[in-house]
């Protein structure tokens, strides 16, 4: 079982900060809305790997970054699920926008993404 690391005050686990740089790049492609499996799979295209992150560990990140005011979810319309399970769909609120942008800043930059504006 994959263990996250314990947060730091201020700051982004690391797969949260993924999470939200991923979902700004979709965002900015003109994709507004994702699933946890397609957001999974651009998380996987971005990283150049083979393995998926862990579903149960994807979906307690999105938790997290919801109940933090960065993602808001709703469900699919059951008629675009026809013949499958309906899926929940996610997108980045405009905090979530510039925690996401701030984010990328501090990784391109070499330091831990941070919540809020502080000392480098």
């Known amino acids: 079982m994959e263990r996250m690391p314990p947060r730091k005050p201020g700051t982004l686990l690391p797969l949260e900060a993924e999470i ?70 996610y997108e980045l609120t405009a905090q979530g926008i510039h925690v996401a942008d701030r984010a990328r800043a501090d990784r391109a930059a070499g330091r831990v993404p941070r919540l809020a504006p502080g000392p480098a």
Do not use: C, N, V
Request: hydrophobic share 40%; charged share 25%; no cysteine.
């Open 20 to 89: 939200l740089t991923t979902a700004l790049s979709l965002h900015r492609a003109g994709q507004a809305s994702f699933h946890g499996f397609g957001l999974a799979q651009a998380i996987r295209e971005q990283r150049d790997s083979r393995s998926l992150t862990a579903h149960g560990t994807l979906y307690k990140a999105l938790a997290r970054l919801e109940e933090l005011g960065f993602l808001a979810s709703s469900w699919e319309d059951a008629q675009a699920a026809e013949g499958r399970p309906r899926r929940r769909l």
